[in-house]
């Protein structure tokens, strides 16, 4: 391996976005021992971050495929809103697994509609979502008369997003379990190849006889499942069941993590490992730059900065590749 | 492929003639040109460019889909060594090799399946003479194990050399058959550009 500029520049961009994630936490555990290295923060920055990571996830899915899901915010807050209100109205005795499976298939439908409009009548996929996301808005505005759902949702869903199980706080766990199945596959699975195929050329997956279309039903339909059940997580976690706003905080965030990851590790492709990274670094910027008493402000500021130094990275390295 | 079987039925054939064509398509695979948009996938390393269409028989089960790693490197490494892929590995990226080796590459990912008829556009086009020789080498390796080969070219000398039979196309339309040793360069260029009529061939 000769040293240039360039080969700096690729080996910076592949290791550059793990070792700013190390120096950020070596970082603010120095400046605040007290405060940041406790396992408690630990865990305070990972339970932050455990439902930006659930939507970061799925939208690692679908850019994985190459296309662009801008519904799951929507989704999300569709997710959160009906599995309170069924629980409410089920009244004493609330099926809590019952709700949560009927609300994500009802998600899951959702998606594949969403996936079926882009395939079959090739509205782009961008657009597509946008607009679903708009329709989802308005529905559950109306469905809800806007009015935030606060009381009798019972513990059983509660418990979801407060409380911990052996010392992990449950939205890690359920973080962790989306993440390792999504991650399983797309990287050990024949789904997932195929649809790193279709994200790397689609009419050469075309050719090679991938159904192309359908795979667009799975990712979207999964995304949507997977944002519901982000949405889920934060209305357990809030206790309320708001009817607007709550994955919207999320999605430009989740974009952010998504691009950070796609320029580490493997320069270039969008991977579940790489937006894992994405989302703790963020975590960790944000949490440690409140605990260090810095203006929130400059939290925006700093992330904007580092997902265009990552950006341009990654940008090197493809164009080397060429 | 499979589903554009339906597409070829016509209406004038009868069904039991009908059924024959829906499994000769489906018995067939089609090889695209040698191209950045065709086939080879950038980006991606020469093992997920060759076994992305074995992969059905590298997975533990059709459910879940997981796929068997190890039985996929012993594969594409079999493939790749099979074919003289040269390159420095097959973790190596498929945009690091040279377009031969490309094409040979892209050639054993159709070779991982075992067709019954393969179609090839162009499987020459762009390529050095050293991997054309191979490649040629290769058609005759299909056809000898029992498959139908047809492909296109827009390279006369290619078909004397290794074809049964060679239909002529002008201005897109079929001017002339010929078959065994009638195939020479000099009557299929005559069809080809016109001096030679299909009656004088025949």
Known sequence: MQTSPTDFLGWFSRYGTIIFLLLLVVGFSFARPDVFATKLNLLNVLNQASILLIISSVLTVCLVMGLFDLSIAAMATLGGYL??????????????WLTLIGVLLF??????????????????????????????????????????????????????GQQSTLGIPNPVIIMALVVFVLWLMLEHTQTGRNLYAIGGNQEAARLSGIPVKRYALLALGISAACAALGGMVAAANLGAGRPQGVGETYLLNAFAAVFIGASSLRPGQFHILGTLIGVLMSGAISNGLSIMGVETYWQYIVQGVLLIVAMFGAGMVVMRRR | MRRSAERYKSRAQPRASRRRAAQLLRDSRLVPKNSAQEAAFPGFSVRENVSLLSLARLITDPVLRFLRRCAERSLVSELVQRRNVKTVGIEAKIDSLSGGNQQKAI????????????????????????????????????????????????????????????????????????????????????????????????
């Not at chain 2, 040793?181 to 025949?202: F, N, P, Y």
């Open chain 1, 83 to 96: 599995v309170c209100k069924h629980m409410v109205d089920q009244g004493d005795n609330p099926h809590l």
């Open chain 2, 107 to 202: 050639l054993a990912r159709w070779l991982g399946i075992n067709a019954k008829i393969y179609l090839l556009n162009s499987p020459t086009a762009a390529v050095d003479i050293g991997a054309k020789a191979e490649i040629y080498r290769l058609l005759q390796e299909i056809a000898d194990s029992g498959a139908a080969v047809l492909f296109t070219s827009t390279e006369v000398e290619e078909f004397p050399r290794l074809c049964h039979r060679v239909l002529v196309f002008r201005t897109g339309k079929v001017v002339g058959e010929l078959t065994g040793s009638d195939a020479t360069e000099a009557r299929i260029l005559g069809l080809a550009v016109g001096m030679e009529t299909e009656k004088q061939a025949a």
């Open chain 1, 107 to 160: 998600s899951g439908a959702v998606g594949v509609l969403n996936g079926a409009i882009v395939s079959y009548l090739g509205v782009s996929a961008f657009i597509e979502t946008l607009a679903m996301g708009s329709i989802i808005t308005g529905a559950i505005l109306g469905y809800s008369h806007s009015r935030t759902i606060l009381g009798g949702i019972p513990d059983s869903f509660l418990v979801l």
